[in-house]
């Protein structure tokens, strides 16, 4: 691609003419070559991990889902005891009846 620089003596020759998707071709400001520029991505930083668009993790007993950039967690849902005096163990979520 070339495109004139105020007249017509006077040409840029830009290098990039065709970007494969997803990235598309833009010219930055004060610039007149396009240049291609990727989407941003998809997926979630969350406590210094990255996780892809859709993935479902579990941080301190919550389950959580990137969705779109950003992270919805909610608490890990416990099964209801049948026990008096149920027991968290160290490291669960949940408590549970002694001996099972």
Excluded at 20 to 49: D, E, F, W
Excluded at 73 to 99: A, D, M, N, W, Y
Aim: aromatic content about 8%; charged content about 5%.
């Amino acid at each position: 691609l070339s495109y004139p620089l105020g007249n017509a003596a006077q040409y840029v020759v830009c290098p990039t003419s065709f970007c494969a998707p997803p990235s598309t071709l833009v010219i930055p400001t004060g610039s007149c070559c396009p240049v291609c520029k990727a989407p941003p991505p998809q997926g979630c930083n969350y406590n210094g991990r990255w996780y892809e668009n859709g993935q479902t993790f579990t941080v301190h007993c919550n389950t959580c889902t990137c969705f779109n950039g950003q992270v919805q967690c909610h608490r890990v849902k416990c099964p209801i005891g049948i026990c008096t005096e149920p027991i968290l163990q160290p490291g669960s979520c949940c408590p549970t009846c002694f001996g099972h």
